[in-house]
């Protein structure tokens, strides 16, 4: 894999640039392990496109185009409400529970993948009143306790949407 799409291109770029550096002040054993465990965890790294078609996927694979694109709204509308990067968002500790051990990668191999990748692509340019401008969501057969009294703005598929 070439230098320059390691740096930059992943969330592992500070760490391999760490890692890079200290080679000039350790051993041959050290500089080899450290030179492996950075091309591994670039290599295991999503991009962004990917790490937010997965989250797409993982969270609403099953419920066809209708509730991929009502996740993708989700999303984006996190994305500027808290101005973070659409990655970041779904990134972010107990957000997306199908995250809390890691993006599922493998997903981008279903055949839904196409379709959240286009999603992924185009998050500026979706209709977000689509999902009611949803922050939030859930499946009917969970009660989260930030859902009690909250009024949901739109049921898509077996997901409930809410503005918080």
Same mark, same amino acid.
């Given at each position: 894999? !070439?230098?320059?799409?390691?740096?930059?291109?992943?969330?592992?770029?500070?760490?391999?640039?760490?890692?890079?550096?200290?080679?000039?002040?350790? *051993?041959?054993?050290?500089?080899?392990?450290?030179?492996?465990?950075?091309?591994?965890? *670039?290599?295991?790294? !999503?991009?962004?496109?990917?790490?937010?078609?997965?989250?797409?996927?993982?969270?609403?694979?099953?419920?066809?185009?209708?509730?991929? #694109? %009502?996740?993708? @709204?989700?999303?984006?509308?996190?994305?500027?409400?808290?101005?973070?990067?659409?990655?970041?968002? @779904?990134?972010?500790?107990?957000?997306?529970? @199908?995250?809390?051990?890691?993006?599922?990668?493998?997903?981008?191999?279903?055949?839904?993948?196409?379709? %959240?990748?286009?999603?992924?692509?185009?998050? !500026?340019?979706?209709?977000?009143? #689509?999902?009611?401008?949803?922050?939030? #969501?859930?499946?009917? *057969?969970? *009660?989260?306790?930030?859902?009690?009294?909250?009024?949901?703005?739109?049921?898509?598929?077996?997901?409930?949407?809410?503005?918080?």
């Amino acid at each position: 894999m !070439a230098l320059n799409k390691i740096i930059g291109a992943n969330s592992f770029s500070l760490s391999f640039i760490i890692m890079r550096s200290m080679l000039n002040s350790t *051993s041959t054993n050290m500089k080899n392990l450290i030179l492996t465990l950075a091309l591994v965890a *670039s290599a295991n790294a !999503a991009t962004e496109r990917e790490t937010v078609a997965a989250t797409i996927l993982a969270e609403a694979r099953g419920e066809g185009e209708a509730g991929m #694109y %009502a996740v993708a @709204c989700v999303i984006q509308k996190r994305a500027i409400t808290r101005k973070l990067s659409a990655e970041k968002v @779904c990134l972010q500790k107990m957000q997306f529970s @199908c995250n809390n051990n890691g993006v599922q990668t493998s997903l981008l191999k279903t055949p839904q993948a196409e379709y %959240a990748l286009r999603l992924a692509d185009s998050l !500026a340019k979706l209709e977000l009143s #689509y999902a009611g401008n949803a922050t939030h #969501y859930h499946t009917k *057969s969970v *009660s989260p306790k930030w859902a009690k009294n909250q009024k949901p703005v739109k049921v898509i598929g077996n997901h409930i949407f809410y503005k918080l």
